[in-house]
């Protein structure tokens, strides 16, 4: 199973998109300050994901999360937190 998923950082008041074949350790990798684009936004939390059975279909929404501002806005404004 692969995940495109959004994370929140309460400290940056900033959401991250990104994709991955094992969230629960992907998580811990950006709270652990491994990965350098999340690493100043520490502590991350799971705000959203969803799941894929193929690799190229999740790693294909992220590019499209990412890259079509229309399709982004419509998700962010489903889940973004309250104070975001």
């Known amino acids: ?8 950082s309460e400290t940056k008041r900033q959401l991250y998109v990104g994709w991955t ?3 629960r350790k992907r998580l811990v990798q950006h709270n652990s300050g491994s990965n350098v684009s999340t690493k100043l936004g ?5 705000l959203y994901y969803e799941a894929y059975q193929d690799e190229s ?6 590019r499209v999360l990412k ?3 229309k399709v982004w806005q419509s998700l ?3 889940i973004k937190p309250d104070s975001a």
């Open 1 to 8: 199973m692969y995940y495109v998923y959004v994370l929140w």
């Open 21 to 23: 074949s094992d969230l």
């Open 42 to 46: 520490r502590p991350w939390e799971v």
């Open 57 to 62: 279909l999740a790693r294909e929404r992220e």
């Open 67 to 69: 890259k079509r501002g």
């Open 76 to 78: 962010r404004s489903r």
